[in-house]
């Protein structure tokens, strides 16, 4: 999804399972300042939108926007996120990597 170090950010959607021990809902924005380099600064916006129930849940996080950077500093980073539930799981592309 992303590597803040050598991997550049993609847009698109992401899908991670999540265990919570209890029902919990998150509805917020975060923002916080990503540094490009020493002169300049970038925002950050993370949206959430979740209702989490005990247990196991599928959650999507989807890159609205990429700041492209210098690759010889550090890698392109989101600067638009929203963390939701799970919407269509037919868009779901299921890829394996292992080592």
Known sequence: MEDPGYINA???SFYEVMYVEEDVAI???CVSSVYVDENQQVESHYSF???LKKGFNWVEYTIHEVHETDP???AS???KVTISNLKDP???LWIG???
């Open 10 to 12: 993609v847009k698109g």
């Open 27 to 29: 509805n917020m924005t």
């Open 49 to 51: 939108d979740i209702e």
């Open 72 to 74: 010889s500093i550090r």
């Open 77 to 79: 980073f989101p600067s």
């Open 90 to 92: 037919s868009k779901m």
């Open 97 to 99: 990597s292992y080592f």
